[in-house]
């Protein structure tokens, strides 16, 4: 059973395309978010949502545009590919209830963004 | 703003030998969350060992054990009877505890190489 699912897993395409990554939680999160990996591994928070609602959006370009239809799913849609866009992509998915539990932020496998 | 530091980019250790794994943070706040998170090469983000703050007791899961010093604001990992599974890159992260849906803040990482 996958817990946070992400397609595509790789995805290549030409500077100046514009593309989107779906991100799915079966684990009755209320909290999702987007996480870049740039190619010296370093990771850091793009944005996240909590019942639809965006809360964090960490000076991100305008090109990226995330969407939440419901509580289970995040997308993630880029306008205008550049170079420097490529990456992994990581969607993450994590509970608000009790203090163990909604500290604790679950990923999907990442997808690899390739830009040409 | 908060900091997380990892000091060592590379680790080897023998297989069956206990190799630890260093993370300084930085932070104002008195009460947070600290995590460590493996990515094998498959680049799944596996959450390892949760630390919560405000908890004296170090935490610790089968081999995986962290020496959390507060006032040092150190979260070390200690990985005993290393195993081949165990080569990875790891990351240390600092959460903040508000409603559940505050971003992680990662170190650099570490490479560890278990030598067989």
């Known amino acids: 059973d996958t817990a946070v699912s992400q397609t595509p897993k790789y995805l290549v395409t030409q500077m100046g395309n514009d593309k989107s990554i779906k991100c799915e939680q079966n684990?009755?999160?209320?909290?999702m978010y987007w996480y870049k990996q740039d190619s010296k591994k370093f990771l850091k928070i793009m944005f996240s949502?909590?019942?639809?609602?965006?809360?964090i959006n960490e000076t991100v370009p305008n090109r990226f545009s995330p969407k939440s239809p419901d509580k289970a799913h995040l997308n993630l849609h880029i306008n205008s590919l550049e170079l420097g866009d490529s990456a992994v992509y990581f969607c993450?998915?994590?509970?608000?209830?009790?203090?163990?539990?909604?500290?604790?932020?679950?990923f999907g496998p990442g997808t690899r963004l390739t830009v040409l | 703003a908060q900091t997380v530091t990892q000091s060592q980019p590379e680790m080897s250790v023998q297989e069956a030998e206990t190799v630890t794994l260093s993370c300084t943070y930085d932070?104002?706040?008195?009460?947070?969350?600290l995590f460590w998170y493996k990515q094998p090469p498959s680049r799944q983000m596996i959450l390892v060992i949760r630390?919560?703050?405000?908890?004296?007791q170090n935490a610790t899961e089968n081999r995986f054990s962290v020496n959390f010093q507060k006032a040092a604001k150190s979260f070390s990992l200690k990985i005993s009877d290393s195993q081949l599974g165990d080569a990875a890159m790891y990351f240390c992260?600092?959460?903040?505890?508000?409603?559940?849906?505050?971003?992680?803040?990662f170190g650099t990482g570490t490479r560890l190489t278990i030598i067989p």
């Open positions: 993450a998915s994590s509970k608000r209830g009790t203090r163990g539990e909604r500290d604790t932020q679950y």
């Open positions: 992260a600092y959460r903040r505890p508000n409603f559940g849906n505050e971003k992680l803040t």
């Open positions: 949502y909590n019942n639809k609602e965006l809360i």
């Open positions: 684990l009755g999160h209320d909290t």
């Open positions: 630390q919560e703050a405000y908890k004296q």
């Open positions: 932070t104002s706040e008195s009460d947070y969350y």
